[in-house]
């Protein structure tokens, strides 16, 4: 059974393998010279440097650099198209109405798809693995300035990749076996998997945990540069509130707005009028923490539409 | 060998086509005493028919005394058969050619040539 | 002699309609079995059951003693089956297919199965997809026999197969009963093509068994009785009267002569056997 899945599964693998090796063949270049640049340009030494010029050096490296890194928002559905894509044998084996002759082989149904779904998480493992590995590797150089927990990198490193992907070939998996057409089952996970992505990075990552709140009485550092800042820095008073306008002109002059400038404001000032700089984050010691919760998030409901799955197939398919 | 061949509309049932042609091919010599009869498994898969027709066929010319089965190895007219064929059976074939020649001249179709053989035969076995 | 297929009281229920409705009928060892009716009988929902593809809403079937749906492991090897429209991996080579079969099947026999692609003159490398009707038959045949099953089932098999093709299909078939231990059922709603290889019917319609039993008996335990206009009362009372024809001077009545017809007002012929089956077809 072992052969007989993998080679209905063959062309679909295939098609993986290549957009992840075209993917490659793409980044790999890039990836070499980000981190050349990096390494060379005096880059790597800045990082925790809090020298104005090191700044420049971060912000100039950035700039360059902007254009690739935007590339990444294009890649958050990948997964999930490549998930899904691993789905469709078995949805095809129902759409094809060839369980007909599976079934009536000398194998059971249950050992059929207990190998499946076996060959299925395999290969999608497999395939989370390989794009996990390559993202990593070349956003070393950026995590080292950003953090990790930045949106372009969350996603694509640590474990969540893998959970993204299994959900993704989940609800392909559940929405095929109920209407038993592998295009619609495909756009049908395509459309789920971007919204629940949307609804978990926007709506819930950020509560994973109570974010720290500090009042500092100068602007922040760069040791908050790799955290994953909810809001700030901003000017408060003493009690957390947005200072009254008055007070703010007193130090920055007339017309002035308050958020997004404390850096620029003159620390005396700042202290003279009761005025503290307020953070809100999540330390990037937390990402680990928040991937497990993430990936844990995707993997039960993974494993929910699996079940649901296998239980349709099991006992209702006729 | 002989070769088998099924008539579906003639209403004859399909077990004693077989056992008919059988008959009628030893006495004009296409089967010789100590010929193998087609197996049942090359009959059938050549008229697609139920290997039990032939076993029935193949049976009943046994009781018969035409054929013997032996056991391994198939099906065999009958030693104690003598062939014997008519003689000249050429000339009785070109006989009857000319005969169908000047019937169909004088306007008889296939119908009727089986209709006129059929009366006379009649006629001349009820005279007998 | 032990039933090859067993059915007591088998039922299928979708929703609210019985596609399928006590249904007990046993098909004895070593016959071909034909299974007729129109389109919509629930011939196919019979088959499905009896093979586990489906479970039933009321009564069980039981193949060589088994439940193919309780008891797979026993039942499936034992078994070929061969689906409407005869399906197969339209993507895999014949000879892929080949290989599934014996990753598949414990009794697997690869020689039996190359020795009948090869003598249907196809290449083992050509893709299943691109075969005819025909071909693909065949091939699905052969995956069916090469299990060297007790039983073999086929639904309509012949359905989209032109006149040659379909000779070419019940003589493999018949080369293959031929060489002794198998059951046949094929289900198909033409008649004339069953006459030739079975030996057992059964007659399904609106999801029920109108008629079943061996041809043989079937064919003579049948007779047309045509006379004058007039009722089939006294006929009745003796026989049992399948179907009632009446025009303006005559009556032809299809009957299941239970001894002979004594009756002289009938002229008493014999009936093929599609009009056996027209008449329990017509008569729902």
Request: hydrophobic fraction near 50%; charged fraction near 20%; proline fraction near 5%.
């Amino acid at each position: 059974m072992l052969w007989v899945g993998w080679r209905q599964q063959r062309t679909e693998a295939l098609i993986v393998a290549s957009v992840i090796a075209l993917l490659a063949a793409l980044m790999i270049p890039t990836g070499i010279h980000l981190a050349n640049v990096y390494d060379h340009d005096g880059v790597a030494a800045c990082v925790t440097s809090e020298s104005e010029s090191c700044n420049t050096v971060l912000m100039v490296f950035q700039d360059r650099f902007h254009g690739l890194t935007s590339l990444f928002n294009w890649l958050q559905l990948l997964p999930g198209m490549l998930g899904a894509l691993l789905a469709a044998p078995l949805v095809l084996e129902l759409e094809q109405r060839t369980y007909r002759l599976a079934w009536t082989q000398s194998i059971t149904r249950r050992r059929w798809l207990a190998t499946k779904l076996a060959l299925l998480g395999g290969a999608a493992i497999v395939a989370a693995a390989l794009l996990t590995v390559l993202i990593s590797w070349w956003r070393g150089p950026v995590d080292e300035i950003e953090g990790r927990f930045s949106e372009n990198a969350f996603s694509f490193e640590g474990i969540v990749p893998y959970a993204y992907m299994l959900f993704a070939a989940a609800l392909a998996l559940a929405a095929g076996v109920v209407i038993r057409r592998a295009a619609p089952a495909f756009a049908i996970a395509l459309i789920g998997f971007f919204a629940a992505r949307i609804v978990v990075t926007n709506s819930l990552r950020p509560h994973f945990m109570d974010p720290v709140v500090k009042l500092l009485n100068k602007p922040p550092s760069g040791s908050l540069h790799d955290a994953w800042v909810l809001s700030g820095p901003s000017l408060v008073d003493r009690h957390g509130n947005p200072p009254a306008r008055a007070l703010v002109y007193q130090c920055l002059g007339p017309g002035a707005h308050v958020a997004g400038q404390a850096k620029q404001v003159p620390i005396e000032c700042l202290s003279k009028l009761g005025l503290v700089t307020r953070v809100e984050y999540h330390p990037a010691s937390r990402f680990w923490t928040f991937q497990w919760i993430e990936a844990g998030l995707f993997v039960g409901v993974s494993a929910a539409l699996v079940a649901f799955a296998a239980w349709w197939i099991l006992k209702r398919v006729n | 060998m002989i070769d088998f061949h099924l008539d579906s509309r003639s209403g004859v049932p399909t077990y004693l086509q077989i056992v008919q042609q059988v008959r009628q091919a030893i006495p004009l010599g296409l089967l010789a005493s100590g010929d193998q009869l087609p197996t049942v498994k090359d009959v059938v898969a050549h008229l697609a028919i139920n290997p039990n027709t032939v076993l029935k066929a193949y049976r009943d010319l046994d009781h018969e005394g035409l054929v013997e089965a032996r056991r391994g190895q198939g099906t065999f007219v009958s030693s104690r058969v003598l062939p014997d064929p008519p003689r000249d059976v050429a000339g009785l074939q070109r006989e009857l050619g000319e005969w169908v020649k000047r019937a169909r001249a004088a306007g008889v179709d296939d119908e009727g040539l089986y209709a006129l053989f059929g009366t006379v035969l009649h006629r001349m076995e009820r005279a007998a | 002699m032990n039933a090859a297929l067993e059915t007591h009281g088998l039922g299928k229920r979708y929703g609210s309609r019985w596609a399928l409705r006590d249904c007990s009928l046993a098909v004895p060892e070593g016959s071909v079995a034909a299974l007729v009716g129109p389109n919509g009988a629930g011939k196919t929902t019979l088959l499905h059951l009896a093979v586990g593809l489906a479970p039933p809403s009321a009564g069980d079937a039981r193949i060589l003693g088994w439940s193919a749906r309780e008891q797979p492991e026993l039942v499936l090897p034992r078994i070929g089956f061969v689906a409407q429209e005869h399906p197969l991996y339209r993507g895999f080579t014949i000879a892929e297919m080949l290989k599934l079969g014996r990753k598949l099947n414990p009794s697997w026999d690869a020689a039996l199965a190359h020795e009948r692609i090869e003598r249907l003159g196809l290449s083992l490398k050509q893709k299943a997809g691109t075969l005819s009707g025909g071909q693909q038959a065949q091939v699905a045949l052969t995956l069916a026999l090469a299990k060297r099953p007790e039983l073999l089932v086929l639904d309509e098999p012949m359905a989209a197969l032109d006149p040659i093709a379909r000779r070419e299909f019940l003589g493999a078939l018949m080369e293959a009963v031929a060489e002794g231990g198998l059951t046949v059922i094929l289900s198909s709603h033409i008649i004339a093509d069953l006459e030739r290889v079975c030996d057992h019917l059964v007659v399904l319609a609106g999801g029920a068994v109108q008629l079943a039993g061996p041809l043989e008996d079937v064919v003579s335990e049948h007779r047309l009785l045509t006379g004058p206009r007039g009722d089939a009362d006294e006929v009745a009372r003796v026989h049992a009267v399948i179907e009632e024809r009446h025009s303006e001077r005559q009556t032809t009545l299809l009957v299941r002569a239970n001894g002979h017809v004594y009756d002289a007002r009938w002229e008493v012929t014999p009936v093929g056997l599609e009009d056996i089956v027209l008449g329990y077809l017509g008569r729902r």
